[in-house]
């Protein structure tokens, strides 16, 4: 890898911009990412910064059990965003749909439209995890711009799934299941 | 030359997806159009494919925001139905948790709110606040969001130690007194700002209906924790701050003062704290067949469920929900007509918007 390429890489890892989309959540997830950023768990620590335009940003946190309305932004936005990208699904809902399963207007799981890098799972997650899986998404974009293949989907757990997790994490069986 | 610009239904300015278009000439607006629907998850189609139990744990994830409320309302209407009466201890730690829920909401709103004026320390200042409002619902109920606290005819959990919840609260109130509530009441900043702004005049509230602080904020004296008491507000002293001015900074100085009397409502209700159980211990009960309704005064203003049940039902046919949102969204057209574009992002988020409760 030539010495401006590394550079890049060391920028992604230690810089990634965020852009976050509402699929249909309920608020709850969105307001732990935004308590997330804010002083007390404090992820611009991470060099984290909320964009407001998707071709800025380097990972997409999606939030919400992706609805009927939200499934052809959703393709554009992911598509808008310049590569290399990572994005990290935030709460139950656009892993699993959570409790809207079985719901006539929803299209989740989120992994059925674009490809998912982290998933935070939790109805919703604690920030502390929101930021722990956004420090693994800045990871695999180094990787991914490192061209380290192949990349793996990550999950979070939190302390909402131990008991799923002991019996093999449902996000990641979600994940494994149905790739794009 | 009057032009369109449409915002959204992704946009920074807007937290949530919905869609508003901007009839301008030159930089006033001259109509708006609010396209919501991005948020329709089906979740009042979805309640009747749940259980008594399941239904409550449906109806919470209506709001991350005002997630208490919806359940509270929907035990309610549901305690209606089967004839139970939930005991006074449950009736007191149902108004802690909600008064808990209205300061996290007014101070969240607060943080939006000095963001959109571009108050950014401001921003920050309040969501460290409210960080403090999230630590005593945490101590009650273990979580941060979906608290989970209502069943029908009672609560799931006790506030063992309401001293140390009380001591928190002081903290906390002397916290907003000190930093919070001075910079939206005094401050020439957020005066400059705000004043003068989305006026909806009283007539106008009335005839477009609107709810909750933005009511109180055009000279409307409503609150249903007055007007109709539900749980122990019957109970409780404290006053209901009503603005003549019917701007954004009325909507503002409302806000600040409910922050204060919301405080005063947590003091009494932990001081007051009658000892006794936590629900009525009836497991065995039965829906009638009939209509219930509810009303309680949510952060954001009057929410309403009509919960229908059949006898021998485990479903309920019918749960219908109206949320402040849905009444105070129509205001939003008479506040922007006049008003400078730069302004209308703090104008729309001036009724504190929940369009997740909207759609649904």
């Known amino acids: 890898m030539n010495p401006w390429n590394k550079l890049m890489c060391y920028c992604r890892r230690r810089s990634p911009w965020l852009f976050h989309m509402n699929s249909g959540s309920c608020n709850g997830c969105d307001i732990e990412l935004v308590a997330s950023l804010t002083p007390r768990y404090d992820a611009e620590q991470l060099g984290v910064r909320l964009e407001g335009s998707p071709r800025h940003a380097d990972i997409l946190c999606i939030t919400g059990p992706v609805t009927h309305n939200a499934v052809n932004a959703i393709k554009t936005v992911y598509d808008q965003v310049c590569g290399p990208k990572a994005v990290v699904a935030i709460g139950s809902c656009p892993a699993t749909t959570n409790v809207f399963i079985d719901s006539r207007t929803l299209e989740g799981p989120l992994n059925r439209h674009i490809p998912v890098d982290v998933f935070v799972p939790g109805c919703p997650p604690r920030p502390d995890a929101i930021v722990l899986g956004i420090a693994k998404a800045a990871e695999i974009l180094a990787n991914r711009a490192a061209k380290k293949l192949p990349v793996e989907p990550v999950c979070i757990p939190g302390t909402e799934c131990a008991a799923e997790c002991a019996a093999g994490c449902a996000a990641k069986a979600a994940a494994s299941e149905v790739q794009p | ?360």
Request: one cysteine or more; charged letters at 20%.
């Open chain 2, 1 to 360: 030359m009057s032009y369109k610009i449409p915002m959204g239904p992704y946009h920074p300015a807007l937290e949530e997806p919905y869609k508003l278009d901007l009839i301008c000439e030159g930089e006033t607006v001259c109509d708006a159009k609010l396209h919501i629907g991005f948020n329709f998850r089906g979740i009042e189609h979805l309640a009747e494919t749940r259980n008594y139990i399941q239904v409550i744990a449906l109806m919470e994830r209506v709001c991350g925001i005002c997630s208490n409320i919806h359940t509270l309302t929907l035990c309610q209407a549901m305690e209606g139905l089967t004839g139970l009466t939930p005991p006074p201890r449950a009736q007191y730690i149902r108004v802690v948790v909600a008064e808990l829920e209205r300061l996290h909401s007014h101070v969240l709103w607060a943080g939006i709110a000095a963001k959109l004026m571009g108050f950014k320390t401001m921003f920050m200042t309040c969501f460290e606040l409210r960080e403090k409002v999230m630590d005593i619902l945490q101590a009650i109920s273990g979580n941060r969001v979906n608290y989970s606290m209502n069943r029908i005819g009672g609560v799931n959990r006790d506030i063992d130690d309401p001293q140390a919840i009380l001591k928190m609260v002081e903290a906390l109130e002397r916290e907003m007194a000190r930093t919070v509530i001075p910079i939206f009441t005094t401050s020439r900043t957020a005066r400059s700002r705000c004043a003068g702004i989305g006026v909806l005049t009283l007539e106008k509230a009335v005839s477009c209906g609107v709810v909750g602080p933005t009511a109180r904020a055009s000279g409307l004296p409503q609150d249903l924790r007055r007007a109709a008491p539900y749980a122990a507000y019957a109970e409780m002293e404290f006053d209901v701050p009503v603005q003549q001015d019917g701007d954004v900074r009325a909507r503002l100085l409302v806000r600040a003062l409910e922050i204060m009397e919301s405080c005063k409502i947590l003091r009494q209700a932990l001081a007051k704290l009658p000892p006794g159980e936590l629900h009525s211990g009836d497991d065995k009960f039965a829906f009638a067949t009939g209509t219930a309704t509810s009303r309680v005064e949510a952060p954001r203003g009057e929410v309403m469920y009509s919960v229908s049940w059949k006898e021998n039902s485990r479903n309920p046919s019918r749960v219908h929900v109206r949320t402040p949102t849905f009444a105070n969204m129509p205001a939003i057209r008479w506040m922007v007509i006049g008003a400078r574009l730069a302004d209308t992002p703090l104008i729309q988020a001036s009724i504190d918007p929940c369009y997740s409760c909207t759609d649904r």
